[in-house]
């Protein structure tokens, strides 16, 4: 293209001529999707935390307050992924049902892994690893500023932040001035008087400073993206025959073991079963509260020994059959230890450990059967220990919909020696149990769950204080 050239017209007047050109389009600039900063986040989260806990127990409000901390995280994210809703709702769904620790944990994790899968898609892993790394450092970090300034301030080196200086000096004018005009106006206007007058309980209002200063402390790092750790890579094969742990001794030790597990079966069924006679001065009772609990131990020690000698099971064609039977003699003995701790619930009652103790030994016994899988199939030990975890897992999230204190009172009350002291120091869910029984303490079962609100509200709560509330007369209700 030639550029166009006027001969005789000067050239200050040549250079002025743009406005003889076309004005260049300016290019659109792309639509941005705006985002809100973590500040603004826990502005609506502090005083929705005060409205949901604040001077009410904790029931329903943990699951809505879980849900808030998840929405607004994942405010101004590209999309909503189903996948974290769901995880989020499995994990609230324990608190929903009753408020208890471990109802609690599961809330927790499904929050974390939530808030990992939403940010980082298929690194949920690395998202829960990283932001469980991160989260103490996140909670010490705003303790470091004012920390600093004692520290100085301390020393009499003054204060190191100039912005500090800055917004001393800027607002020190405007803040003093305003409560000296304040005080004279609130002198001059009678309303205003009033108003001033209205009484603050200082200490509770310092408690409740203390609250949202908490709130904010615990609760921002889970406003902003987690960060994405670095797994440690699995380990390979673990060097044991350091240990003395090898194909020879692993053969050697299966055969004793098995003889060992075997000989005490056929002694224990012929206590159990056959109804032999017991050492002097013991009871049934008292045999088997004695050997419940370690044959619970041999049991675990059974299943990490297969772990160990994994590396040997096909280097000797015996060892696969061996390593079966050991498991399967280990399994019986589990099941042994449950039905002494039936012979001994019988006796004594049922109780709280008791249960845990049944629902562990049912749990070793599953593991069992895993490894008996495992050596079948020859999974690698990596594959076991995933199984076992999701089968615990499964177990404790199942549990916290039980309500055992119902269970308890029940078998409590209906045995031959009712413990009644035991069965009225159970929890108020327990009410519905104890409620048709003449136990001669009406405050036994009139210890009903409370549900003031929405807030405190709990799927078990409400359904013990409706039964009982639908089968009490009226006359009988305090």
């Known amino acids: 293209m030639q550029t166009l050239t006027l001969r005789g017209v000067p050239h200050r007047l040549a250079m002025d001529g743009w406005w003889l050109s076309d004005t260049p389009a300016e290019t659109p600039r792309p639509r941005t999707k705006r985002r809100p900063g973590w500040p603004a986040k826990l502005a609506l989260l502090v005083p929705v935390a005060d409205i949901l806990f604040w001077n009410h127990a904790p029931g329903l409000s943990l699951a809505l307050f879980a849900t808030l901390i998840f929405a607004l995280s994942a405010w101004g994210t590209d999309r909503l992924r189903a996948g974290p809703v769901l995880a989020l709702l499995l994990g609230a769904l324990p608190v929903v049902e009753h408020v208890q620790a471990l109802s609690v944990l599961f ?11 939403q940010h980082l898609g298929d690194g949920i892993a690395a998202g829960v690893a990283g932001l469980l790394k991160t989260l103490p450092h996140q909670w010490v970090a705003p303790l470091g500023f004012p920390l600093a300034v004692l520290r100085r301030v301390s ?14 000096r800027n607002w020190s004018v405007p803040v003093g001035g305003a409560l000296i005009f304040a005080a004279l106006l609130i002198e001059a206007n009678p309303v205003l ?7 603050i309980e200082v200490s509770d209002l310092l408690r409740r400073a203390a609250f949202w200063l908490g709130i904010a402390m615990v609760f921002s790092p889970l406003l902003k993206a987690p960060p994405k750790a670095t797994l440690p890579a699995w380990p390979g094969r673990v060097g044991v025959e350091r240990f003395g742990i090898n194909a020879a001794s692993t053969l050697r030790a299966l055969i004793v073991f098995n003889l060992l597990i075997g000989t ?10 056959g109804n032999d006679t017991l050492p002097e001065g013991m ?43 050991w498991l399967g003699l280990n399994a019986v003995l589990c099941l042994s230890a ?4 039936q012979v001994y619930v019988e006796a004594y009652g049922l109780t709280y450990l008791r249960v845990h103790a049944a629902i562990w030994m049912a749990l070793v016994a599953a593991g069992l059967v895993l490894l008996a899988w ?23 999230y199942l549990c916290c919909f039980v309500n055992f204190a119902h269970l308890i009172a029940t078998s409590n009350v209906n045995s031959e020696r009712r413990d009644i002291r035991y069965a009225c120091s159970l929890p108020a869910t327990a009410a519905g149990a104890l409620k048709d029984v003449d ?33 009490t007369p009226a006359e009988a209700m305090p």
């Open 107 to 117: 809330l927790l994790g499904g929050l974390t892994v939530a808030l990992a899968w």
């Open 155 to 168: 020393l009499g080196e003054g204060i190191p932040f100039p912005a500090v200086i800055a917004v001393f």
């Open 193 to 199: 008087a009033e108003l001033a007058t209205i009484e």
């Open 264 to 273: 005490h079966i056929v002694i224990d069924a012929t206590f159990l079963i």
């Open 283 to 325: 009871s049934m009772a008292e045999y088997a509260h004695r050997s419940a609990y370690p044959l619970l131990a041999t049991a675990l020690l059974a299943g990490l020994f297969a772990l160990c000698t994994r590396p040997f099971w096909r280097e000797t064609p015996a060892i696969r059959p061996l390593m079966l039977l």
């Open 338 to 341: 449950l039905s002494r701790l």
């Open 374 to 396: 495992q050596v079948v199939r020859g999974h690698t030990n990596r594959w076991m220990l995933g199984r076992l975890a999701t089968l615990a897992v499964g177990v404790l």
């Open 439 to 471: 136990t001669g303490m009406m405050a036994c079962y009139m210890n009903t769950p409370r549900v003031d609100g929405w807030r405190d509200w709990g799927f078990r709560n409400w359904r013990v204080a409706r039964y009982v509330a639908q089968t």
